[in-house]
Structures are given as structure tokens and as C-alpha cells.
């Protein structure tokens, strides 16, 4: 609870959309005199570390939720504090999102906020969803992500969200929005998201198939932009980080802005109908039915 109110008070203070304008982080200068004096430095809560280089300007973001880093309520609560720190360090100008884990960059949503749960419980956890994807998809930071195993549905909207995406070039992991496999819908902000990044129509069969895709497949329809060996994996986000670093900041989140902000000005103006729409539809009998079928599978493929 205390997390969830610091978040709350550090949003209060920062706005949620955090919009280039003419204090846009180019050519400032870092306020804080004790960052300024480290070359790297570390935070790490239970489920996020954050490896800050000052010396580039670029953090690394590594989620570190076992089994699957699901993005629970907690998770997404620390991912979003670690976010607006780094948001709110001018010196911080890029950065790179990644998994701890073996196999899995992120479950997506965890299907257990969403079964068995109160409507007020739902609603909460679905501002925490709408939260993270509004602070990484206006963020005045370079983001990069850097997709080490599976990412499947909210995984994918995290790695959508980007301003670039790297996957490891391995057959047996998947992404894509794959929300109607378990009998629930993509939200309008999620098709939003892939439709900008991949085109209307391969996103309407991909949402209405849920289709998970390998790297290739991905790679193919640019739902990711580059796939490598997983040994090649953070070198490349580094240098692609760097390409888009050398831009002109201002112009650089300018034009980000105007190709996002029509999305994010939906979503926002949909807020509150849109929890409200996740509330009653998430509650219903048939929906929670199919998401019982649904974990019940995910076990017994285990066993
Ligand atoms: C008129 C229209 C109105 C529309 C209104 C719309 C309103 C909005 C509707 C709702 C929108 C919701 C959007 C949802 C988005 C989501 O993200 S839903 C989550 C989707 N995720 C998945 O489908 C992934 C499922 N998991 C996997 O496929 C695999 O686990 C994996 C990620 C590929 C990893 O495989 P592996 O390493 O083999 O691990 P497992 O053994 O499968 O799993 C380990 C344990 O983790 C549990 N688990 C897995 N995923 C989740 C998860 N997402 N949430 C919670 N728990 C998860 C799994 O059950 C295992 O548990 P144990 O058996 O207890 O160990």
C-alpha cells in the first residue's frame, strides 16, 4: 500500500503525460549533484532493478518477477515508480527494458488480478495498466526493448509502447497480442498501439486470430524491428539506442509526440469509461469462466 501511494503522490506531482516542450531534456543539466559525481549507479526494488550509466545517459530496466514477470499490480506499481525516477532525472535519456528471467520477457497481464477478484480490485488494477502504458508511450525517453523470450498479450503492449524493439532470434519464444485465446478482448488502446506499429489489417487478424508470432514471423510483419542471437542481444539495443540518441532530443520527442499524441489524447479521454468497460466486462460470469479454462491450461500443459 505505501508503494501505491507514493506512486500516487509522484504522479500527482508530475502529471501522467509527460509531453516535450521547451524544458524537453536537451541540453539540460542534471539537478542532482550526488548523481552527477557517480559514473554508474543501481536501485533495485522486489521485482525491478534499474543500472543507471550516467556516462551514456542510459539505464537498463531489468524485470526480475518469477515466474513469468506477470505485470500483477505490485509489479506495475514498482515498474511505474522506477519509470517516472528515470522520467524525472534529466540526465537519464534513454532506456532499455529486459528480463532477468530465462525464456520469458513477460507473461503480459496476471490473469490472476483479473479472476476471482472484486470489481474494486479490477478497477484498480486496471489503472495500473492503463498507467503504465500512457507513462512508457509518452515517455520524453528513448526506449528500446530489448525482448529476451516470450512476450506475450500485455508483454506485447509493453514492447509496443517502444521506440524500438529487439527480440532474440529464437523459435521458441513468441509475441503477439493473443488476448482472444483466452476468451477476452484487446482493449481499443492495445489495438491502437499494434495498429500504429504494424498496419490495420495485419492487426485485425492478429487480434482476432490471437495470434502469438515467432521472431521471424515478427520480424516479417514489424511487430519487432531486429532479431539476434541472444549473445548479441544487449549490445545491439546499446548501438540502437545510440542511433536514436544522436538525434536532436527536441526534434527527436517533437515528432514523437505528433505521432502518438492522437493515441494517447483517445485513451485518455476514454479513461474512466474505459475502467469501467474493463470492470464489467472482466466480472461477468462467461469471462471468468474462460479465464478458469484458460489457467487450468496453462497448469496442465505444465504437468
Ligand atoms: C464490446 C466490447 C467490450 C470490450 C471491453 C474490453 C475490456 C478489456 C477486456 C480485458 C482485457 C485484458 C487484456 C489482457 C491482457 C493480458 O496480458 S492477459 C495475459 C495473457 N498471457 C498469456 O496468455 C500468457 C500465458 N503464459 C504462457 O503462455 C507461459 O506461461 C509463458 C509466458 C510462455 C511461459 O511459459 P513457461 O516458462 O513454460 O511457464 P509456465 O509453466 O507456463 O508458467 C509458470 C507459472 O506462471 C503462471 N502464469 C503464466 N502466465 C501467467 C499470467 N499471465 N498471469 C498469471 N500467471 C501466469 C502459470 O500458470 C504457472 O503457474 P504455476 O503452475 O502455479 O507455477
Not at 526493448?145 to 512476450?151: L, P
Amino acid at each position: 500500500m505505501a508503494l501505491r501511494a507514493a506512486l500516487r503522490t509522484k504522479c500527482a506531482l508530475s502529471g501522467f503525460l509527460s509531453q516535450p516542450s521547451s524544458s524537453s531534456r536537451h541540453g539540460r543539466v542534471c539537478a542532482s549533484t550526488v548523481l552527477a559525481a557517480q559514473q554508474r549507479s543501481n536501485s533495485t526494488s522486489s521485482k525491478i532493478s534499474v543500472d543507471f550509466d550516467q556516462s551514456t545517459g542510459v539505464a537498463v530496466m531489468h524485470m526480475k518477477s518469477p515466474p513469468v514477470n506477470s505485470l500483477s499490480l505490485d509489479f506495475l506499481t514498482e515498474f511505474c515508480i522506477s519509470l517516472e525516477k528515470l522520467e524525472m532525472d534529466k540526465s537519464c535519456r534513454g532506456l532499455i527494458i529486459t528480463s532477468s528471467l530465462p525464456k520469458v520477457f513477460s507473461a503480459g497481464l496476471d490473469i490472476l488480478e483479473m479472476y476471482g477478484k472484486s470489481p474494486e480490485s479490477c478497477g484498480e488494477f486496471w489503472k495500473a495498466v492503463q498507467e503504465m502504458w500512457l507513462k512508457l508511450y509518452s515517455s520524453n525517453m528513448v526506449t528500446v526493448a530489448a525482448i529476451n523470450g516470450s512476450s506475450p498479450a500485455g508483454g506485447c503492449l509493453m514492447s509496443l509502447t517502444c521506440d524500438y524493439r529487439i527480440m532474440v532470434d529464437n523459435p521458441r519464444y513468441s509475441i503477439g497480442l493473443n488476448e482472444t485465446q483466452l476468451g477476452i478482448v484487446a482493449p481499443f488502446w492495445f489495438k491502437d498501439t499494434m495498429a500504429n506499429t504494424v498496419g490495420h489489417r495485419i492487426t485485425e487478424m492478429a487480434l482476432a486470430l490471437g495470434m502469438l508470432y515467432s521472431p521471424a514471423e515478427a520480424l516479417k510483419i514489424g511487430l519487432v524491428d531486429q532479431i539476434v542471437p541472444e549473445e548479441k542481444l544487449m549490445s545491439t539495443a546499446e548501438q540502437a539506442m545510440a542511433k536514436w540518441l544522436a538525434i536532436p532530443a527536441h526534434a527527436r520527442q517533437l515528432t514523437k509526440s505528433m505521432m502518438r499524441k492522437p493515441t494517447v489524447d483517445r485513451m485518455t479521454s476514454k479513461r474512466e469509461a474505459d475502467v469501467q468497460n474493463f470492470v464489467s466486462f472482466i466480472t461477468k460470469d462467461a469471462i471468468q469462466n474462460s479465464l478458469r479454462v484458460y489457467l487450468e491450461m496453462l497448469k496442465k500443459r505444465k504437468a
